[in-house]
């Protein structure tokens, strides 16, 4: 029993914390201030308060205050009465695991010296860990089975004292547990954010973990310490409160995890004793029974009993705690207990792995959060993984197996790839268990985006179709080795090459290999097996591979050599590994070295069998790209000069593009280095080259004649085929010395020629152009060079220009990039050459190319839906639409790099910004690149832009309603111009970085609205006065002072007005002083200025003020609301201070809008442009 002068002590500390329960006999009781305990679970410095203390927490002297739960040493009441340090159980688990033994070993010496003061101990304990700052009350019950009793279990509020009570039964105690209300909204020690939360839920677990097993051979079977203590979590894994509900079920699942392990231990004692027993008894079988034998009889029942009632309190806390709890509506519960449960089932199968059980698991993998479904399929992956577990695993799969496939499918990656290695672990373990149609759907998933995902799906295909795949024929005795592993490989493709056929994926064959990469790469990497495969011909031993076999397995090839140089960096595949670690690379080093020893001798081979197919040509073409030049291999020039006289027989033969761009790069990667097989190889192309240019030189004089193409189709084939040739040879190698620019720019003016011939010329002159400017620093060595280079500059421009309006769209198109990549090269190499020696001469685009550039963006890029333009394509196709997207977004980042690089004007990029909004969607990213570039090279030229393009847009809705014509495309709405002056506002990030700017646009924008006015009867108030609500639109971007100088500039240009507030016209103006003086002030000017209150007598007018004090602006303002005026007063009459801040602000050397900006200029002309809605504004 608890000592009386504990029980009077709490007694009264019941009755002043709850008057309600005066009828309670409270017997013992444990106190936690909040400054003590509620503390505890928060400090995470490490610094915990350790107190001298003699004997059981509730073992006290008369004097000794109710505090903090401590744990005493028996010791301690021995007659030497020693002071020995003690700490609370809480404190404990921050001391690791061997201190925590330490202590709960005492901690059990004062159970059994007073186990009631020390079960308040360890309840104290649990409390603490669910974040109580309260008091917990005891009280003594008879008897469970007491209805009073049972009608005062109740979780209530008192909302009046602000404290929440729960009273419940953990018997033979009433615990009652008071604390504040707000317990529920604050953080509780296992959802603390950081490794403090991670920390805590790992030693809280240790510790119920280590109560048991120091317990499991003394007082756990005392039927007082487990009733007790699996009451307490019970009811408090019940409770309303998340912080008593989450803690409490997470102890007490551990705590059958730990009962879980006892009984382990008594199966293991149970069946030694068994033996011995049976040892003793065929000793003994002519004999009577003896005393041992006796003993050990006796041993194994009394094990066996202490099992039943193990097994009796995990049946309790199952059905108390887990029943209740695995549908919690928190999803860290379920989580926790789904994991137990399958944890339960991997230790204790004789008891928990059945179908009973096993439905849990199948049930909560339909919950709706990932983690619960992951905890699921991990624990069912720890079942599966054991032989002998799987006959009790029948029945799940048969039921379950379909949500398991579909959950590959998951939305939670993580889940997607486990469920993938669950069903690999069945399709090893069970052959029957999925079918050909389920292997046929989670086949599939080798294409799959996630590489983790397609990597588990890939290994699911090498177990079902590559590991297993030949059986060899009853002949392989008599084949020696060797041919066997050949068989055998060859075997393995061919079912890999059936199952790709089938997929009907055949442009993913990259991905395939990648995802087979992990489990089969001794397969793949196999290269001389793969190429005797391809060069091997058909024999009567077996039919050979047909030739879509052929070119897929070409593929195959191809993808494994580079996939073994550059890893598994995949477009549109995502979660690879991207950096590698010291063994990867060595070993990728060494797959680099051994396909190039293998294959630089059999390409020639394979390129000669497959030469007249295109597309099986173009792939092998691609395997030199990943030779290692320091190969020792790499140096046998017989071998390279083999295979570069094939490459020049593919050339001879072939002259499409996939064909001829190969060959340009493998040449490319073939010629670096300073070599002996580079060299081999640079002369080899510099062979081909000149044998192109003689060809061409001479198909041109007789084609061209005059000004004037004239060729048959046979002769005009041959010149496409050669350009196509130097075209993708000029775009990898440099072949300035061939002077291609002379030999080709005719063909440009002349008359006749066809777009595709037009076509090649053009790019195949922009890559000469760049190529020159590339080489500037060293071919330019005298001032008569640098004079050619800017004469062949401004003719490829001419020339480009005059392609700018020719009738085929893709020679526009390419004429337009080539001239804009080609100015963008020579303004790159201006600013980077070296000023000591010659570079590239100054060239500055003609004002009339500049005009035909912006006009060719405005026309192609920015086309509405309703304009039947050429550029536009069918909307029926989303895979057109999708091309010629992309076609005019390369065509605007073209124009936008101009602007980036100072070749064009800053101010040309209003004609782009102005559709920010329009074409958001398609061009938004483009845009708003350009405008963060351009502010970075210029913030107040930018922001001139800006308000150059705002006012284009307002001076053309002003021109098309004074017209009264039909809308043009070029025309915005007023709505819309003012969201995209939002939009241009929300660009500007700090006020203070730019404060300049914001200023300078405000300047500007009252100085175009009322610059070069003079009020009339007739015209009483500014044509552009509406333009004021668009620039309101940048007062939020103004600091504090600089709204007030605003203000103050505002005022200076309407000093000679005579302005009513009341009448309509002038609303603009109302509108944007209210966003001046709103913020300037801290009153809403809007609402003031809009009531309908009487107005102020005129000598009550601000201006009446103002005159008084001097000022110099007599304008005549009516004003609505003399609380307006009276709120207004003071900005209406700025002090000394404020007139410094305006001579300061403007100080800065700003030009107006007159000298600099043209709003109503604009590159095209209104004739041109489409129809666009527009709304009648009332200015």
């Known amino acids: 029993m608890i000592p009386e002068s504990t029980a009077a002590a709490e007694s009264r500390s019941s009755e002043q914390t709850k008057k309600s329960h005066d009828e309670a006999n409270s017997s013992g009781a444990v106190n936690h201030s909040e400054d003590e305990s509620g503390n505890e679970n928060q400090q995470k410095n490490g610094r915990r308060r350790k107190r001298a203390h003699k004997g059981s927490e509730n073992v006290k002297r008369k004097s000794a205050r109710a505090g903090c739960s401590r744990v005493g040493r028996a010791r301690g009441r021995r007659g030497t009465r020693r002071h020995v340090e003690n700490v609370t159980l809480f404190e404990v688990i921050t001391m690791g695991r061997s201190a925590m033994r330490a202590v709960i070993d005492d901690w059990i010496q004062a159970y059994v010296t007073d186990r009631d003061s020390s079960l308040l101990d360890l309840i104290s304990f649990f409390i603490h860990c669910c974040g109580c700052k309260g008091v917990v009350t005891a009280e003594m019950c008879q008897s469970k089975e007491d209805s009073d009793v049972m009608s005062k279990m109740v979780e209530e509020l008192d909302e009046v004292a602000s404290m929440q009570y729960k009273k419940f039964l953990a018997f033979p105690w009433i615990l009652t547990v008071t604390w504040p209300m707000d317990t529920d909204s604050v953080e509780y020690p296992l959802t603390q954010p950081g490794p403090y939360g991670r920390w805590f839920h790992s030693e809280f677990c240790d510790f119920v973990s280590v109560l048991v097993a120091q317990c499991q051979h003394s007082v756990v079977f005392d039927s007082y310490l487990m009733n007790t203590l699996i009451s307490l979590l019970t009811e408090l894994s019940n409770s309303y409160i998340r912080a008593f509900r989450h803690t409490c079920t997470l102890a007490a699942v551990k705590l059958l995890s730990a009962l879980v392990g006892v009984a382990l231990s008594l199966s293991v004692g149970i069946e030694n004793s068994q033996k011995l027993c049976k040892v003793q008894k065929t000793k003994t079988t002519r004999q009577k029974v003896t005393p041992q034998l006796e003993r050990i009889q006796k041993k194994i029942a009394e094990l066996q009993g202490k099992r039943v009632e193990i097994e009796s309190m995990m049946d309790i806390v199952f059905k108390g705690v887990f029943l209740k709890r695995y549908r919690d509506v928190l999803p860290e519960i379920r989580s926790i207990c789904v994991e137990e449960l399958g944890l339960w089932m991997k230790l204790y199968s004789s008891e928990f792995l059945n179908d009973t059980y096993l439905k849990y698991i199948g049930w909560m993998m339909y919950d709706k959060i990932p983690d619960v479904r992951l905890k699921c399929v991990l624990g069912l992956q720890r079942l599966f993984e054991d032989p002998l577990l799987l006959p009790k695993l029948d029945l799940f799969t048969s039921r379950f197996k379909e949500r398991l496939i579909s959950m590959t499918l998951d939305k939670d990656n993580e889940v997607s790839v486990q469920t993938m290695k669950l069903l690999l672990l069945i399709s090893r373990t069970c052959d029957d268990v999925l079918s050909p149609d389920d292997y046929k759907q989670l086949l599939q998933l080798v294409y799959s985006s996630q590489r983790p995902l397609a990597a588990a799906a890939g290994e699911l295909l090498y177990l079902r179709l590559l590991s297993s795949g030949a059986h060899t024929s009853d002949s392989q005795d008599e084949i020696n080795e060797e041919e066997a592993h050949r068989v055998q490989t060859s075997a393995r493709l061919k079912s890999l090459l059936q199952f790709h056929q089938e997929s009907e994926l055949h442009k993913h064959v990259v991905y395939l290999v990648d995802s087979l990469w992990d489990c089969g790469g001794a397969l793949l990497k196999d290269w001389a097996a793969l190429t005797s495969i391809l060069l091997q011909e058909p024999s009567s031993h077996g039919p050979g591979l047909t030739l879509s076999q052929q070119a897929l397995l070409v593929e195959i090839l191809v993808a494994s050599v580079r996939q073994a140089s550059e890893g598994p960096a995949l477009a549109g595949r995502s979660g690879a590994k991207k950096a590698m670690n010291a063994r990867e690379k060595k070993l990728q080093i060494d797959d680099c070295t051994k396909l190039t020893q293998h294959l630089l001798t059999v390409l020639p081979k394979l390129l000669n069998k497959f030469s007249s197919g295109a597309d099986v040509v173009a792939s092998l073409l691609r395997i030199p790209q990943f030779f290692i030049p320091e190969c020792p291999e790499a140096e046998n020039t017989q071998a390279l000069s083999s295979l570069v006289a094939e490459l020049g027989a593919v050339l001879d033969f072939h002259s499409g593009p996939a064909v001829v761009e190969a060959a340009a790069r493998t040449y490319l990667s073939l010629c670096g280095g300073e070599t002996s097989c580079g060299s081999v190889a640079r002369d080899a192309r510099d062979s081909l080259v000149q044998t192109w240019v003689d060809k061409l030189t001479a198909l041109l004089e007789d084609s061209l004649q005059g000004d004037c193409f004239s060729a048959d189709e046979e002769k005009t084939g041959d010149i496409l085929s050669t350009l196509r040739k130097l075209r993708a040879f000029q775009n990898c190698h440099d072949l300035s010395r061939w002077s291609l620019f002379q030999l080709l720019s005719p063909l440009l003016s002349a008359g006749g020629a066809p777009p595709e011939v037009l076509l090649e010329v053009l790019q195949c002159l922009c890559f000469f152009m760049i190529w020159s400017l590339n080489g500037s620093s060293g071919t330019l060595t005298s001032r008569e060079k640098a004079v050619a280079q800017r004469l062949q500059l401004r003719l490829f421009c001419e020339r480009s220009h005059h392609c700018l309006s020719h009738s085929d769209h893709s020679v526009r198109h390419q004429a337009f ?96 910004f102005m559709y920010y909004t329009k074409y958001y969607n398609d061009f938004g990213d483009i845009i708003k690149e350009t405008m963060y570039r351009a502010r970075q090279t210029d913030k107040i030229e930018s922001s001139r832009t800006l308000v150059l393009c705002l006012q284009q847009l307002f001076a053309r809705l002003k021109k098309e309603q004074a017209s009264g014509g039909r809308a043009q495309a070029g ?9 995209l002056a939002r939009r241009f506002a929300l660009t500007f ?19 175009f609205v009322f610059q070069e006015f003079n009020q009339t009867p007739e015209t009483p108030t500014p044509p552009l006065l509406s333009y004021l609500t668009i620039l309101s639109e940048f007062s939020s971007k103004l600091l504090k002072p600089d709204k007030k100088t605003v203000f103050m500039y505002l005022q200076k240009h309407t000093a000679e007005l005579f302005i009513n507030l009341r009448d309509e016209c002038w609303q603009p103006l109302v509108y944007y002083r209210a966003s001046l003086l709103t913020a300037a002030e801290g009153e809403d000017a809007v609402s003031g200025v809009s009531s309908d209150r009487k107005p102020c007598p005129p000598n009550r007018s601000p201006f009446s003020k103002q005159k008084l004090e001097g000022s110099k602006s007599p304008c005549l303002f009516i004003p609505v609301d003399s609380k307006v005026c009276k709120g207004h007063r003071s900005t209406f009459s700025p002090s000394h201070q404020e007139k410094t801040i305006d001579v300061d602000q403007f100080s800065i050397p700003l030009e107006p809008a007159a000298r600099g900006l043209n709003p109503e200029g604009s590159v095209l002309s209104s004739s041109n442009e489409g129809e666009d809605d527009t709304v009648e504004i009332e200015l």
């Open 971 to 979: 025309v915005q709405t007023f709505t819309s111009i003012k969201e």
């Open 817 to 912: 990039l080539g001239v804009c990549d080609v100015l963008v090269a020579h303004s790159y190499q201006t600013h980077v050459w070296d000023p000591t020696s010659f570079g590239p001469l100054l060239h500055t685009p003609s004002p009339k190319l500049q005009r035909a550039l912006s006009t060719f963006v405005c026309l192609h890029v920015f086309v509405g839906s309703d304009c039947d333009s050429q550029s536009r394509v069918s909307e029926g196709s989303e895979v057109e639409r999708l091309e010629d997207l992309h076609r005019r977004r390369n065509l605007l980042a073209a124009f936008c790099k101009l602007i980036v690089h100072g070749v064009l004007e800053m101010s040309t990029a209003a004609e782009v």
């Open 989 to 1007: 990030g700090d006020p203070v970085k730019f404060r300049e700017c914001v200023v300078m646009m405000h300047r500007t924008g009252i100085e």
